[in-house]
């Protein structure tokens, strides 16, 4: 029981998977909950009962503890990395999760203010099998990183911001969703451009590349002419994101003609 308390410290959860996997029986947890020692907050899930249910928690104790794949990128990935300010207004609290595989059910019944929001693979072909067996720099070559969300909270795996934003620009599909885009892009002036090529040749959606490059050269960033695109994918024929929009004459994508009038 000690080693087991341990293991779980403030934050973490198990699933009862996990517990039977590392010999925990189902009579066993049973009397540790009647016990005290272990409190249920869904169905199948545990945690210490004096510890704390918390949305990094979980994401830990998904990565980490069960060993699935889902990393935080996307919107919520820039939310944790200081670019909340050029998000929609309440979407502040969705923590958007990709991989190959969803998070098991538990997840959307425990009772947080946060919630999950699955968005499946993205435009990248996820090829990490387990996160805590990912040095950092293997980990960086997929746009990835461990980040600490907050003060007194284990790192966890995010995108950086440099595939954050080709995850989120795989997922506009309107005209507000593009003025979110371009505001999120006017404030990319450090984005890594070895990290962007890299990225770009890896991404699979050619909407994701069109709209990223068209909305940088827009900002005039000074890393974009840095960004090497020998190799990168950018389909043929037009991409009409909004109707009635301007094409973009260098990356053949209709933009909406007012972006200015949005920008803050």
Request: charged share 20%.
């Amino acid at each position: 029981m000690n080693r087991l308390l341990a293991e779980l410290g403030d934050t973490r959860l198990v699933s009862s998977r996990w517990l039977r996997a590392h010999g925990y029986s189902s009579s066993l947890i049973v009397r540790y909950v009647a016990s005290g020692w272990l409190v249920s907050p869904a169905r199948g899930v545990y945690m210490r009962k004096s510890g704390r249910l918390q949305w990094e928690g979980v994401v830990r104790s998904l990565q980490v503890g069960e060993g699935i794949a889902l990393h935080v990128g996307g919107r919520f990935a820039l939310t944790l990395q200081g670019y909340e300010h050029y998000l929609r207004l309440g979407d502040a609290g969705t923590i958007t999760l990709y991989g190959p595989n969803g998070p098991p059910g538990w997840v959307e019944k425990l009772p947080l203010k946060e919630r999950f929001e699955f968005r499946g693979k993205g435009p990248f072909d996820p090829s990490v099998l387990r996160f805590s067996e990912m040095s950092e720099k293997m980990l960086l070559e997929q746009g990835l990183t461990w980040l600490r969300a907050n003060a007194g909270v284990d790192a966890l795996v995010c995108s950086t911001p440099e595939r954050a934003i080709l995850e989120l620009c795989d997922g506009v599909s309107g005209p507000a969703l593009v003025y979110e885009a371009d505001a999120l892009m006017q404030a990319m002036t450090t984005l890594r451009p070895q990290r962007v090529g890299m990225l770009l040749r890896h991404c699979r959606s050619i909407k994701a590349k069109r709209l990223f490059l068209a909305l940088a050269e827009r900002h005039r960033h000074a890393w974009l002419s840095h960004v090497p695109l020998d190799g990168v994918d950018l389909g043929r024929g037009k991409r009409a994101l909004v109707p009635g929009g301007h094409l973009h004459p260098t990356y053949q994508i209709t933009l909406p003609g007012d972006l200015d009038e949005h920008l803050a």
